[in-house]
């Protein structure tokens, strides 16, 4: 819609009773941040060594859309205006980071689920990019208060064993903000607001 080019790649989910693109209604694939971060480093790679690819962006996606699975499950996917959606770079380079994500994903030691912010979750693709966190779910702000719900549910399918709420302080409704500090401290998780 916005004509930007993008590499992207998220977990899978709905946290509404809607599953209007897969998955099922109010629930959560399995993920791994380790395979987040593994796609992602593969994505920038292509991004910078593809002249091709030249402009493009690589980030992070909010949870969105299924399918559903018990089994770790990653989305890597491109995108943008007409050109971009049929570009063989582009195919290519989610190809290069599905191949990698399969073969050479770890679990992290420092996954994370991200809370806050938009769709296309800025502060945790910066956050990715200084090497920070990895993460595996995102619940985005369009989302709250419903998705709150399911908190505990995302850190529980961030199979590494997320042991960290990363916030988007500044994206997450001002009504919203205790209510997912007292969620993380109900999970026994570290709060770090960004």
């Known amino acids: 819609e916005q004509g930007v080019n993008a590499l992207t790649v998220h977990a899978t989910g709905n946290w509404t009773s809607e599953a209007t693109y897969g998955g099922l209604p109010r629930a959560l694939s399995c993920t791994m941040a380790g395979a987040i971060r593994t796609a992602f480093d593969r994505l920038r790679e292509e991004a910078a060594s593809e002249r091709s690819l030249e402009g493009w962006w690589v ?7 299924g399918p559903f699975s ?4 990653i989305y890597v996917e491109f995108g943008g205006d007409e050109a971009a959606r049929s570009s063989g770079a ?14 050479r994903s770890r679990p992290s030691d ?6 806050g912010g938009g769709h296309y979750a800025p502060a945790f693709t910066r956050s990715m990019s200084e090497d920070r966190y990895d993460f595996g779910h995102i619940l985005p702000k369009y989302v709250m208060p419903e998705g709150l ?7 529980r399918r961030t199979v590494d064993g ?3 709420l990363v ?5 997450v409704p001002g009504a919203h903000r205790q209510a997912v500090l007292r969620i993380a401290e109900s999970l026994g998780l570290e709060a770090v607001r960004i």
């Open 149 to 155: 719900e399911l908190l505990g549910e995302a850190v």
């Open 167 to 171: 916030i988007d302080w500044k994206g």
């Open 162 to 164: 997320c042991r960290t």
């Open 110 to 115: 420092r996954a994370a689920v991200g809370v």
């Open 59 to 65: 980030g992070l996606e909010a949870t969105h859309h």
């Open 90 to 103: 582009g195919a290519a380079a989610v190809a290069e980071a599905c191949v990698a994500a399969v073969t």
């Open 70 to 73: 018990e089994v770790p499950l």
